[in-house]
């Protein structure tokens, strides 16, 4: 079992910063395959960011590419988003999600744990 809960999220303006945190519990935790997705109103939910158990392996959607970074510290058993260049398309609530995978899954079918979401708010 691992809990996941994310903080961070907030309201900026266009071509600010964010930076998201995801404290995760569990026993295993620090092996987990971590994940980022957001879901904005009346979309679907979709795939942000993912990272590897060891964090040497990071993938990103197109979107977002150059503009966010995901990383982790095990050792703390917390993982990030830093969010730079915001755009108003980027509002939605971003929820962090665990994946007890050694592949790191970059659909939310692949995730076994999930966070209550943290909400983003971009303005123009």
């Known amino acids: 079992q691992g809990q996941l809960v994310e903080s961070g999220g907030g309201l900026v303006q266009a071509g600010g910063s964010l930076r998201l945190s995801c404290a995760a519990s569990g026993r295993t935790s620090s092996s987990w395959a971590m994940g980022w997705f957001r879901q904005a109103p009346g979309k679907e939910r979709e795939f942000v960011a993912a990272?590897?158990?060891?964090?040497?392996?990071?993938y990103y959607a197109d979107s977002v590419k150059g503009r966010f970074t995901i990383s982790r510290v095990n050792a703390k058993n917390m993982v990030y988003l830093q969010m730079n260049s915001l755009k108003p398309e980027d509002t939605a609530v971003y929820y962090c999600?665990?994946?007890?995978?050694?592949?790191?899954?970059?659909?939310?079918?692949?995730?076994?744990?999930w966070g209550q979401g943290t909400q983003v708010t971009v303005s123009s």
């Open positions: 990272i590897s158990r060891s964090g040497g392996r990071t």
């Open positions: 999600a665990g994946a007890e995978s050694i592949v790191v899954p970059t659909t939310g079918q692949g995730y076994d744990y």
